[in-house]
């Protein structure tokens, strides 16, 4: 692989990174959907044992969750391409969020998450997506770790085969 088309990837996908949280912190789910191919996983970092299969199963945990305000600030993004249409990637993510989105900023928030994402990406006709991304919590401060209900296997979908 040419040092160009490896600097294309890297830089294709950590902006899919990027967009995910933008697209989180905005309350854009279909526009943080869209970032994942049709047969998608995605394990939630606070949830990371019970995967979601399948891009609509993706966009309907953000777009069905309670509203809050959140930021997302992603750093240490590594990316290794695989090659020209597959590559893995992981990056840091710390998160901060409140309850009520529509209050006056600034404001305190609940705690600290700190984890990491491992993902896989695939080169589609529409660009570079997500083909898993799999989340954990490895330290946090302030506040609680949230208890997320074990999720129905229709929330969820089906493991692919």
């Known amino acids: 692989m040419a040092p160009a088309e490896t600097i294309e990837i890297e830089r294709a996908c950590a902006r ?3 967009e995910f949280a933008k697209y989180n912190d905005d309350w854009d789910h279909q526009a943080l959907a869209d ?7 995605f394990a939630r970092p606070l ?10 199963k993706v966009h309907a945990i953000f777009r069905d969750r309670a509203r809050r305000l959140t930021r997302h600030i992603m750093t240490n993004i590594l990316i290794t391409p695989l090659s020209a ?5 992981t990056s840091y993510v710390t998160m901060m969020s409140a309850p009520d989105p529509d209050e006056k900023w600034p404001r305190e928030g609940e705690g600290t998450f700190i984890g990491t994402f491992d993902d896989t990406f695939v080169k589609t006709d529409a660009g570079w997506k997500f083909k898993s991304r799999s ?7 302030g506040g609680h770790v949230p208890v997320i209900p074990v999720p129905s296997i229709e929330e969820t979908g089906v493991p692919p085969k």
């Open 16 to 18: 899919l990174i990027l």
């Open 35 to 41: 970032l994942f191919v049709e047969d998608s996983t």
């Open 47 to 56: 949830d990371p044992t019970h995967p979601y299969y399948g891009k609509d």
């Open 85 to 89: 249409t597959e590559a893995k990637g």
């Open 135 to 141: 989340g954990n919590v490895a330290l946090y401060q």
